[in-house]
Structure formats: C-alpha cells, structure tokens
C-alpha cells in the first residue's frame, strides 16, 4: 500500500463548502450518490454427518435378547459442505471522504495548482495554496479597537463624587462610537462572508469565506493555524497597479479614497498611538488572488 497516497486522504478540515464539493463531484460522474451498495461472494462451510444402522440377521437378534449384548453397530461418517452466498452492504461517504475524493480527482489529472505563483495563475484555475490565516485587517483592527474600549473600561478609576456627571456623558460618548465601530464591523460581514488573508513571499492570497461553513462557526481555530487551502481562482492582481478592494461587498465601497481617508481620521491620531494596533488598510496590493475556497484544512 502507498502509505503517501493514504496520508494525503486522512485531513483534518475546519472549512468545507459542501455544496462546491457536491455540485463538482456529480458534474465529474455524471451524478453520483452519497451511498454506494457492494456486493461480494462468502463462502460458508457446514458440517454434514452421514449415520446408517448396521442390519443384523435374526439369529444375531435373538443371540442378543437372550446374553443381552448389543451387538448392532452404526457407521458414521462426517465431513464439510461447501456452499456461496450472496452477501450486499453499503458505503456511506462523508462530507470530508468526499472532499478527498474530488481533491484526488483534481491532483490525478493535473487539474490542480500548487505552486504559489501569482504571475502563472488565472481566473478559473483550482489551486492548492498553504500558509498562515489572517483575519481581513479592517475587521481585525476593528475588534482589536473593540477589545480597547472594553480593557479601558475595566481598568478605569470610580470618578469622584463632583465628576459623576461629567465621566457619565464622557461614557455615552464612548458607548456612542463603540456602536459606531460595531455596526461598520457588522457592514463588513452582512454578505455572510468574511475574508481571509494568506500572504506568502510571492503575494497574497484574499480567501471569501462564507460563514455557514466554517465548523463549529468558529474563526478562531482559523485564526493564526497554518493550513492548506484549496479553492477557485475568481481574481489576479499580476503586480502592485492593481489591487483588492477590502470593501468591495460593502455599501463603503462606493465612498471615495478622500472620503474614507476622512472617516478614518479618528483612529489615527496621537491616542491611538500607545496602543499596538495594526496598520488601518483598506485595500491588498498586487501581486494579488481572490479565491473563493472549497476547503480549508490541515
């Protein structure tokens, strides 16, 4: 048995886009079921025992009755009969046996891409890319800044009898540009989706993860784990003219550059600066990939 081959098949899944893995392995066979029936032949051996009396004459019968000697005998004979059943179980795949099945369909015929070569790739190419998962920067500083807003409030003094006033609309004001934050994270998965980022030497890859998808609906086994990806090229961005809009499922992508710069403004200033955020970016650079992926796993 080719151990390599076995290995290849046993993956640990965190995403599967069940439907893509479905809609691709009946458009390959022409339909297919999820349940296959196997028949095999068994062999059954039983045994079989063969008694027969022995005749006795009458003389014998009488010399019997009167020394009352059994002198009747039995021949036996045994032995095994052989005969074949018929025998039928079923196979029932799984969502991940069946994302091994059409993965090795893609590698067997050369269908699948696995060199992270953005300037070799084009729309509609599966490629089969591995890394580390990043979380879409904005929605990442956006949690982060979230996150702040929460330790600041834990680690806040009690203000002063003569200052309660003034720290209660100072709180309303935050809790104000709290909901702000939320509702323009909220706008950036209102699609279902969320994108991933996987960035490499050669470029980086924008995953559009759907979130119905994701097991246990948890990001943060995603988060930070280096897996490999296998997904649909939707997109190229060749070199660094051309780019990917981080907002492009978004109503904000229809704001202007100067617009947005203007509606950013607030989390660049001097305050921001004590924390550790990460640099607000709105768009990827190329040499660049959109993919919509099929499955995310290790």
Not at 98 to 125: H, Q
């Amino acid at each position: 048995m080719d151990h390599s081959i076995k290995t290849n098949k046993l993956i640990v899944p965190v995403y599967i886009n069940e439907k893509i893995v479905f809609d691709m392995l009946a458009t390959i066979e022409d339909g297919f079921s999820m349940v296959s029936q196997v028949n095999y032949t068994e062999h059954k051996e039983s045994n079989s025992i063969q008694k027969a009396e022995a005749g006795l004459s009458t003389s014998a019968t009488i010399l019997s009755k009167l020394l009352k000697i059994n002198v009747s005998g039995e021949l036996n004979h045994s032995g095994n009969k052989g005969e074949k059943e018929s025998v039928s179980t079923e196979k029932i795949h799984t969502n991940v046996s069946l994302l091994s099945k059409f993965r090795n369909y893609l590698t067997k015929e050369n269908i699948i891409k696995t060199s992270f070569d953005i300037s070799k790739m084009d729309v509609g190419d599966f490629i089969e890319i591995e890394g580390e998962l990043q979380k879409n920067p904005l929605i990442n500083y956006m949690d982060l800044f979230v996150d702040i807003f929460r330790m600041v409030e834990i680690f806040s003094e009690k203000p002063s009898v003569g200052g309660k006033t003034q720290a209660k609309a100072q709180k309303e004001q935050e809790n104000k540009i709290l909901q702000q934050i939320k509702s323009f994270a909220g706008e950036l998965k209102h699609s279902g989706t969320i994108d991933f980022i996987l960035s490499a030497n050669d470029g980086t890859a924008v995953l559009s993860v759907q979130e119905q998808y994701l097991a246990n609906d948890n990001i943060s086994e995603i988060i930070g784990g280096r897996f490999k990806v296998l997904g649909k090229v939707i997109s190229v961005c060749k070199d660094d003219t051309e780019e990917i809009n981080l907002l492009r499922k978004t109503s904000l992508a229809i704001l202007s550059e100067e617009a947005l710069t203007e509606m950013f403004v607030g989390f660049k200033n001097e305050d921001m600066k004590q924390f550790n955020l990460p640099e607000l970016t709105t768009k990827i650079k190329g040499p660049a990939i959109i993919i919509i992926p099929v499955a995310i796993y290790a």
